[in-house]
């Protein structure tokens, strides 16, 4: 892998330093400064660590988080070059890199270059974008938006975020929220302009520890949220059937519906048992094992695993509060190791599965 590594690397500086973009309006000594400052950026984010000193602004560590993400997207391309360069205001540049394998495009990156007395640093195009964005303070959220902020929506999510962290013995944790209005917007924000991967993707929102972006424009992070916490308080492998039901329990089903509201577990308990009573010979541990999608609900996105699973979160808190909740989420990976868990805790198993779940439904 190093040996790759290091041939992918030296495919990229040799690629950058030979291509012809002629970078207009901008003298030749800012050009080779440029250059140099995209070959030793892109070099660090394939060894992985990013230092402080090549990055600008105050916002240094997210900056830094994220182009180190940058790392697991750029794949195998080995072809890279410059296509765009154009001056944002004195000494600031905005550069975007072509990565492909082949012909194939796979990644369009885009920084800030920033030159000041022989020194190049880059930063994410999300701080020059957003300048001129009003920020709000909301309890324990700082939201920054241009258009259409809902200072309700937003005191909930503040006092959804004290609540969650309550609830598992945590300290409610500070925020930053962008309302991004896509997810296209916000990958452009940091540093993806183009990824052959996500082309087209607009309904996800998107969070680097404590900077959230969100889900088109809705001042609600909370399923999120939920993993965020429960990350810090689990003591063992991830059980994605508990914690995916305990986020939309607690939480919600993630994407919004088609008016931009976020959906509870109750609307689509109530939507599943609608769709039930016409579909009433549904075997409901195959519904669960095979987790489609869209099959109920108002968003297309709605885990029918993640929905059963919430009914049974909800259930185990009813009976044994938070500290039934812990036992669930540190159950270990796996199904065989959730229905351990939900059957010691409420009998609940892979047999009697249909007729418990139908049972719940029904209170």
């Known amino acids: 892998m190093r040996t790759v590594l290091t041939s992918l690397l030296a495919a990229f500086t040799l690629s950058l ?208 949220l939920v993993h965020y916490y429960v990350y810090k308080v689990r003591t063992g492998p991830r059980n994605s059937y508990a914690e995916e039901g305990v986020a939309y329990y607690w939480g919600n089903a993630y994407y919004p519906d088609a008016k931009s509201r976020m959906i509870t577990l109750e609307r689509l308990k109530t939507d599943l048992r609608a769709y039930l009573s016409v579909h009433a010979d549904v075997d409901l541990l195959t519904f669960f094992r095979q987790n489609q999608r869209g099959v109920f609900g108002p968003a297309k996105e709605v885990s029918v695993r993640s929905t059963l699973s919430g009914v049974i979160a909800e259930y185990i808190e009813k009976k044994y509060g938070t500290n039934g909740i812990l036992q669930l989420l540190n159950c270990g990976a796996g199904e065989a190791h959730y229905f351990e868990v939900t059957r010691s805790l409420v009998g609940i198993n892979a047999v009697n599965f249909n007729t418990r779940i139908r049972e719940l439904l029904e209170k």
Not at 27 to 37: F, H, L, N, S
Not at 48 to 57: A, D, F, Q, R
């Open 17 to 224: 330093s030979a291509q012809g973009y002629s970078f207009p309006n901008i003298g030749q000594p800012e050009a080779q400064e440029i250059r140099a400052a995209m070959d030793t950026v892109f070099a660090a984010i394939g060894r992985g660590h990013v230092p402080s000193e090549l990055i600008s602004g105050n916002q240094k560590e997210l900056t830094r988080e994220m182009l180190e993400y940058l790392k697991s997207r750029m794949g195998e391309s080995v072809a890279h070059e410059i296509i765009n360069c154009y001056p944002l205001d004195t000494q600031v540049y905005r550069v975007m890199v072509a990565c492909r394998i082949a012909d194939s495009l796979r990644q369009i990156f885009t920084l800030d270059v920033e030159l000041r007395q022989g020194h190049a640093t880059v930063d994410l195009p999300l701080w020059h974008d957003t300048r001129n964005w009003s920020p709000a303070q909301v309890g324990t959220i700082r939201y920054f938006y241009d258009h259409d902020f809902d200072p309700n929506a937003a005191r909930d999510f503040d006092e959804f975020n004290r609540q969650i962290a309550n609830k598992l013995g945590l300290p409610a944790e500070p925020f930053d929220f962008y309302l991004s209005d896509n997810y296209q917007q916000i990958m452009q924000w940091l540093g993806l302009t183009y990824d052959s991967q996500t082309a087209g993707e607009t309904r996800d929102g998107f969070n680097i520890e404590q900077t959230i972006f969100a889900i088109q424009h809705n001042e609600d992070f909370s399923h999120d």
